[in-house]
Every structure is written in C-alpha cells, then in structure tokens.
C-alpha cells in the first residue's frame, strides 16, 4: 500500500484532534470540578504526577526519538520494520523495570495505595504505546482515530458513572483505562507498515544510548511540568492549591493544543525527512510559517485569557477555584513563549539532530525553575510555581533562539509579532471597557470574546500583517494579498 503522506491532510487531522482535545475538557472539567470540588481534585493531580515520574522512565525518549528515527527511512519496509522492533521491545524492558520499581514504591508508601495501584495502568499505556511510530510515518490518521473514540467513550463514562467526591477513584479508573485502550488500539494497524523481522538479530544498545539523549531533556522538562505539581503538594500541604493549579494548566495546555500542538506534531515529522533529503531553504520557510501561526494564535490567546479570566473562571470551574483567576492571567504569557521554544525544539533541534545541545538549554531552564520553586512555593504557592515556569520557559527560549542557526531570525520575530501585539493590545483594551458595564458574567463573558475576536482579527487585517497575506491568502485561499514593500 502506499504510505507517501499528504501534509494538508495530515495537518487537518491532527488540528480536528487537537480540537476535540480542547472540547472535552471544556465539557467535562466543569463538571468534573463541581463534583469532585478542588480538594479530590488535587488529590487525583499530586498522584498523577507521581506516576508521571515513573512513565517518563519507562519511555525514555521513545517518542521524540522513535517519531524521527522512523521518519527517516519511512520509506524502507525492511528497515523500518527492523526500527520498530527494536525501539519498541526496549520501551517494553524498561516499562517492565519501572512497573517493578513502582510495585515497590506503592508497597512502602503510607497514603493513596489504591490510587497508585489503579495508576498502574498509566505504566503500562506507556509500555504500548506506538504513536511514535505513526508520527514517523506521518499517518496520524491510525493514532487520531483510536484514541479520539476511547476518549469520547471515556467521557461517556465519567457522566454516567461519576456522581459525587467519593467517585474520584472511579474517575481515575476511568481516565487511565482510556488511555490504555487508545494505546493498545494502534497495534490493530501495525501489520499494515511492517514486515516479518528476524527477531535474533535485532539490536537494543544503540538505540538505548540515543534515547538516553532525548530522556535527559524529557527528565528536565519535567521539573517544571511535573515537580512543581509534587512540590506544591509536599511543600503547601493543601489539596486545594494543587485542585486550583490542576485546573490551571488544564486550561493552558488546551490553549497550548490550539496555539502549536497539531502543527508541531506534523511538521516535526516532515522537517526530519527535509533535513534527510537537505532540502534547508524550505525547512526554513517552514518554520517561518510556522511561528507567523503561532504569534496569530498565542498572542490574541495570551491577551484574551487575561481579559476575560475574571468572568471565566466561575462559570467554567464553579466555586472554590477564585485562585484560579490569577493563575490563569499569570500564566498566560507561556503560551507564546513555549510556542517559539517549542516550534523550534520540533522543527529544528530535533529533526537536525541537534538534541544534545537543545538537552543543554533545557537542563539549564529545569535548574533555574528548580531553584525559583524552592524559593518561591513556600511563600507564594501556586502563583510562586507559575513564576518559576514563566522564568524558565523564558531562559530557554532565548538560549533556543540564539543558537538555531539562522532558521528563525529576530527580524523574522520582529515582522510576524509587532502587529499582532498591537492587535493584542488592543483588544485586551476593549475587552476591559466592556467589563466594567456588564454585571452579569455569562453576558459579559460572551460578549468580550465575540468583540475581542473581531477587534483583534480587524487590527490584523488593517495593519495587513504578513498572517493573513501570506498564511490565509497566500497559502489557504492560494491567493496573494498585495503588500507594500514597507510593510515587510
């Protein structure tokens, strides 16, 4: 069968899945946080990152690695077929040494046993999990498909079973189970892109040493996407705080899935197979293209979440999370930053086997925010451990961006960002001289989104800003907007 992909398509399919993403927690997390209130809900946020601890462990840099390895001879069935064996019974011995060690941690510790055993599952998603094989071969549609029915099968379940506090352990069971089923469903497809292999003579080592190179930065990430959620536990000894910095992130990572997610996710892929066949001056425009979408989304989701947080917050999440207002409009500058830290990490760091050095960058950023949560946690709490993301996410951006080679340029930043402040800018204005008029938040909350949106996309198309001449007409419409010299 033919496997050459189509990256329009696959674009397409990865934004409907990032999309679906976004819609389920904006279906279930307010129910979720009504019914299990901030303090189950912290409980389920502390253990989870717990386990999160030993399924980074279990696999390595599996997908990072995997996803590029794969891309490169994707178009060779015998090697591929070699690669994926390979990589993927090395997941299945390293999940298996965590699943021991992690047998052993729940035997000693004294709070939540059941929880981790049910957390178990989580271990052994990760044991299966193939996604990284479809991302090298870029047909996301066998990923996107599986797992976007057992999620909505998941959801199913959590609003007929999931009732009141007590049911927190269901709605654990609950989410894991998914996950795992969204997992195991991929191997349905596997035969289609492999070959028989000689099991005998298949090599581990190599390819343990190179995701031993990816795992570092995965370990460093984690100390800023994970131990702060641990630390706030430990160090706060307030369910509560964890509860209101769980829903936090949950609303920034959806609006991270819209800003980059799904473009990353293909391109990643796509540059990788570029760099192989030399091909610079399109990655180049590439990732050009790229950050002119993310500054277009991050910036007016930036600006907007400040806006409208205050009115937000209570509708979306009920009582009890008013932390949550300031937490969000704190860290909704991270949405920019990670977007141009992120786009370069996938689209050229990776790709062009510069894993190593951008590993540097990210162990430098994990040591800066491990050392400002220390200091700030015990006197701010959640918002201390917001800081410390922002400041660190900030250090590595730059260190990204100084040493890409030219790929992306200040002028390049400059260009594609000035207008879409302005336009951020504006609009957070107008969003502001609305609220103070309305009294009513659900009034008030439509209304500063419908008008902001339209006041921020009319800034943009006035100041004819390179997004819509070049991305929206130039590559959607397949047109070209006439634009002064000037402006570029």
């Avoid at 409009?329 to 920019?336: F, N």
Wanted: aromatic fraction near 12%.
């Amino acid at each position: 069968m033919s496997t050459e992909p189509s990256l329009k398509k696959n674009i397409a399919i990865s934004t409907l899945y990032q999309v679906l993403l976004i819609i389920l927690p904006l279906i279930t997390a307010p129910y979720i946080a009504r019914v299990l209130g901030p303090d189950q809900s912290g409980i389920y946020d502390y253990t989870n990152s717990i386990q999160t601890y030993f399924a980074m462990f279990a696999a390595l840099g599996t997908a990072t690695y995997g996803a590029r390895e794969i891309a490169r001879v994707r178009g060779d069935e015998k090697q591929r077929s070699i690669l994926f064996w390979e990589i993927e019974l090395m997941t299945v011995m390293t999940s298996a040494a965590c699943i021991a060690v992690w047998f052993v941690f729940i035997a000693l510790t004294n709070q939540y046993k059941v929880i981790y055993l049910v957390l178990t599952m989580g271990l052994f998603s990760t044991m299966f999990d193939i996604s990284w094989f479809f991302a090298g071969m870029e047909q996301f549609k066998y990923t996107v498909t599986k797992n976007a029915a057992c999620k909505l099968i998941g959801v199913a379940l959590m609003f007929l079973f999931v009732k009141k506090q007590d049911d927190l352990l269901l709605y654990i069971i609950i989410i894991t189970a998914s996950t795992m089923l969204g997992n195991l469903s991929m191997w349905l497809y596997v035969p289609r892109f492999i070959t028989k292999v000689d099991f005998k003579k298949l090599h581990f080592r190599h390819h343990f040493h190179e995701t031993l190179i990816y795992f570092v930065p995965s370990i460093a990430t984690s100390v800023y996407t994970v131990l702060d959620r641990t630390l706030i536990g430990v160090i706060t000894q307030n369910k509560a705080e964890n509860g209101c910095y769980h829903y936090t992130m949950q609303i920034i990572n959806m609006m991270k899935a819209l800003t980059f997610s799904s473009l990353n996710m293909v391109l990643g892929s796509r540059i990788a197979y570029l760099f192989a066949e030399e091909k610079y001056d399109e990655i180049k425009r590439r990732i050009r293209d790229s950050i002119n979408y993310i500054l277009f989304m991050g910036i007016g989701i930036c600006f907007g979440l400040i806006g409208v947080a205050r009115r937000f917050v209570p509708i979306f999440l009920g009582a009890g999370y008013d932390r949550v207002i300031t937490m969000l409009m704190l860290m909704s500058p991270i949405v920019i930053i990670i977007g141009v830290s992120n786009c370069l990490g996938s689209q050229y760091y990776t790709p062009s086997g510069n894993r190593k050095l951008s590993a540097k960058f990210i162990i430098i950023g994990a040591i800066v925010n491990l050392t400002l949560n220390l200091i700030l946690i015990p006197r701010f709490w959640g918002y201390g451990a917001i800081v410390a993301s922002l400041i660190a996410e900030g250090v590595i951006t730059v260190l990204y961006f100084k040493f890409c080679k030219g790929y992306l340029t200040g002028e390049d930043l400059v260009r594609e960002g000035w207008k879409k402040l302005v336009a951020g800018i504006l609009m957070l204005t107008v969003i502001k001289i609305l609220d103070r008029g309305i009294s009513s938040n659900v009034i008030a909350l439509l209304l500063e989104v419908a008008v902001g949106f339209i006041v921020y996309c009319a800034v943009i198309v006035l100041l004819r800003d390179t997004f819509v001449s070049e991305i929206v007409v130039g590559k959607i419409l397949g047109k070209r907007f006439p634009i002064r010299k000037k402006d570029r």
